[in-house]
């Protein structure tokens, strides 16, 4: 059994995903943080019975920064899991969970990193569209990658049908691959234990 922790801003599709994967799996999901009071993700957490941690930006980022960190401090989660989650993270918290901080970003990095990505790559016409997960590093949307998947982009869909089609994509590919990182944390740990 290896423990992560969801961050996540939005919507919440990707989060939903991945709290049912493991569901039926042996790891746990110890909580989602959420940055924004009102994001629907709080709504999915409630109903999955995921414990639910928001964090308030409104007052301060530095002390919503350090809330951030003493609570993944003390939840001490093997894997951090960012989906949508659309904030930086503090370079103590990459430092903390160096290599154990994974991200999802919906182009083919590195190409169009950072924000509206998808936007951007719908914009140009020639560019492939597809996701990414990687590491997280201290740079933005630069770390590892772990995997990629090219999104269909015939039949000239709009930005609403492609969009679509990198959710489907998303949530294919990152719950299992959130999946098998907690399977090697857990085998790795239970190599350290034999020895
Ligand atoms: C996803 O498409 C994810 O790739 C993207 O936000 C969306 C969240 O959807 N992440 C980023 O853009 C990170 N830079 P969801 O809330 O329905 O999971």
Redesign the pocket.
């Known amino acids: 059994m290896a423990d992560c922790v969801v961050l ?1 801003s ?6 939903e995903a991945i709290a049912t994967r493991l569901a039926d799996s042996p790891h746990r999901l110890l909580s989602l943080i959420c940055d924004q009071p009102d994001a629907p ?1 709080i709504a999915r957490a409630e109903r999955l019975l995921v414990p639910v941690l928001r964090i308030s930006y409104v007052e301060s980022r530095r002390e919503a920064e350090c809330r951030l960190e003493r609570a993944l401090s003390s939840l001490a989660p093997d894997l951090v899991v960012l ?2 989650y ?1 904030r930086i993270l503090p370079a103590a918290i990459v430092d903390l969970f160096a290599g154990r901080i994974v ?4 182009s083919l990095l590195p190409a169009f990193a950072g924000l509206h ?1 998808l936007e951007r790559s719908y914009a140009d016409p020639d560019s492939a569209m597809g ?1 990414s997960v990687h590491v997280v590093d201290h740079g933005v ?1 630069t770390g590892p990658l772990l995997a990629q998947f090219e999104a269909d982009r015939t039949g000239e869909p709009d930005l609403v049908q492609m969009e679509e089609r ?2 489907t994509l ?1 949530h294919r590919h990152y719950p299992r691959i959130v999946a098998e990182q907690l399977d090697a944390i857990d085998r790795y740990r239970g190599v350290r234990a034999s020895r």
């Not at 939005?10 to 989060?15: D, L, W």
């Not at 991200?103 to 919906?106: A, E, L, Y």
């Open positions: 996540a939005g919507s919440g599709s990707n989060f993700v989906a949508g659309m991200n999802i970003h919906p990505a996701i949307d990198i959710h998303e």
